[in-house]
Every structure is written in C-alpha cells, then in structure tokens.
C-alpha cells in the first residue's frame, strides 16, 4: 500500500483554504478560491468537488476534513445553519462529499478545528488544556483537551460568541444583548468608534489612534478588551485551561494585544489562579486547513480502530 494522504479544508463565507498533507501532517499541495457564497450551496459544493479532484490526482486520501462557520451536526456531517454562507440550511455536506468522491469526508466548527490545529502544532503544542479564542470580525472559540476537540452534547461547546459580558441593549444579529461578539468583535469595535465620531474602516486602525492618544479609540478600545478578559474568566472558571490562544485579524494585528488582555484577565479571575495561565498569540498561519486535516485524520483513525473491534 501507497503513502497516506489527507486533504484540509477551510470554507468560509469569502474565501475557500484547501491542503494536501501526507501522513507526516507536511503539506504537499494547495489551493485557495473565492467561496462565491451568493451563488448558493449547490455551487459552492460542486466548485469545492471540483478542487478537491483536481488536487487529490493519483494520491491515496484517506479522508477530507472541512472546518466552517455555524451551527453543525458534526456527528452527522450536516451543517444545519451559516450565516456566512447563505441558504446552507440542514446540508448533508459530508455524505455529499464522501458518495461524490468516495472518500470519507467529516466536518467540524472552524474554531473547533483551528484549536485543534494550534494545539497539535502550534503555541498550545504540549498543553493538556488548549482555548482557542479567535478575535476577528466576530468572537469564537474552541476547546481541545489531551489534544481531542471537545463539541459537548450538541456540538456548541466553545461557542463563546453569546457569553453575557455586559448589561447592554447592544445586540449582535441573534446573540443575546450584551454578548461578547456584541462588545468585543472586530463589528462591536468598529460600531462603537463611528459611534464616537471616528473615521476607520477597520478594528486595528482604531487600536492604532488609541496608541496615538486619542482619548475616543482609547475608551473603545479599553471597553473591548474588557469585555474580552471578562468572557476569558468566565471561561477560565468552568475549564481552567493551561494556555489561552488568541488569534483572528484583530488580536494578531494589534501589538501588546495580550499584555494588556493579561492585565484585565487578572482582576476577574481567583487570586490563586492569578499568573498561572499562559496567555499567547496563535502561532500557525493556516490553522483551519491544519486542524481539519487533523480532525478528519483522527475521525477515520477511530473509525477504523472501531470497526477492527
């Protein structure tokens, strides 16, 4: 028998990732389009059909992984909603996958997989207890312990987006008022600053007039990573990870995002918790290929184990 071989895949409402790894988890091949979201499931499904033929040749995949946003049946392979990708509702993906290429295909949470992906190979790699929280155009998480993603009963564990953070009206499309995507996302930091008059088009920019001084961003900015070291505690309480990592455009492009994440992380938390959790930025560049590389590889390995028994 042949070398092994997997396929990654991160499909977001924008752009679509796709990887080819050999069994050494080395990316051997690779492939980014635009999702074309607007065009429907049918579309995007037989576009991401056609790649993944295109790519997978002669080699032997053993199975496809594909991390996306919204809410999922993970077990079953079916996206259930997405509100990145329009009209996705109750989609088999991974049996459409799987009869169109005759390759097991299993899908997870993007967040999910990313975790996966930084706690197999990057900041949270020899960590029993891994956090992932991405910090972009909205708030995500996702939890890997003994480097295994840990969904809960319904597939929503790690969905920190709807955490109450704050009493607020503010609401964040059907999140509940005063939620952490509500106060602290890239959205919340960007409604807030032209709510004050700032003239930004993106969540780092108001960071860097914050730096500059100016006294406005500087409340909007301090209110968020409040909100945010707020839901980190929150967290912090129920799983008490050993590593919290953060990534996602705003937390990957504002210098000192940790320190100052580390400072109002401090005052929410028991004291004797205090200086015991690490807190760092994501390290890997593509972690949603990554993890769901990972995911599918460990999907079929139990499957398989399982069906020896």
């Known amino acids: 028998m042949g070398e092994k071989y ?10 679509v990732r796709m990887g080819l790894f050999n069994d050494l988890g080395v990316i051997v091949d690779e492939k980014r389009w635009l999702t074309e979201a607007d065009k429907g499931p049918d579309y995007v499904i037989q576009k991401l059909i056609d790649a993944i033929s295109s790519i997978k040749k002669d080699y032997l995949i053993q199975a496809i992984g594909i991390g996306l946003p919204g809410s999922l049946n993970s077990q079953e392979g079916i996206v259930l909603s997405c509100t990145n990708l329009p009209k996705w509702i109750n989609i088999p993906l991974a049996r459409i996958i799987s009869d169109s290429l005759q390759t097991p295909c299993f899908i997870e949470n993007d967040c999910n997989v990313a975790a996966l992906a930084e706690a197999t190979m990057g900041a949270g790699k020899g960590y029993d207890i891994v956090y992932y929280i991405t910090v972009s155009t909205g708030v995500g998480g996702g939890l890997c312990i003994n480097g295994e993603i840990i969904s809960g009963a319904t597939g ?27 106060m602290a996302s890239g959205l919340a930091i960007l409604r ?5 008059g700032l003239n930004v088009k993106y969540a780092h920019e108001v ?27 929150a967290i912090a309480h129920v799983v008490d990870p050993h590593i919290f990592i953060l990534g996602g455009g705003v937390a990957v492009s504002v210098p000192g995002f940790t320190s100052n994440i580390r400072e109002k992380y401090e005052k929410y938390v028991y004291e004797m918790m205090r ?8 390290k890997l560049k593509e972690p949603g290929i990554i993890g769901a590389m990972h995911m599918a590889k460990k999907q079929q390995e139990a499957k398989a184990k399982k069906k020896k028994e």
């Open 6 to 15: 997997w396929i990654g895949i991160d499909l977001g409402g924008t752009n």
């Open 156 to 182: 929503n564990a790690g969905e920190i987006a709807n955490i109450i953070v704050g009493e607020s009206k503010i609401r964040h499309s059907y999140l509940n008022s005063g939620s952490l995507e509500s």
């Open 192 to 196: 807030a600053a032209k709510e004050k």
């Open 207 to 233: 960071f860097i007039l914050a730096s500059q001084g100016d006294k406005d961003a500087l409340d909007v900015t301090e209110s968020a990573l409040d909100f945010l070291a707020r839901g980190m505690a």
């Open 275 to 282: 200086g015991k959790v690490k807190i760092e930025l994501a």
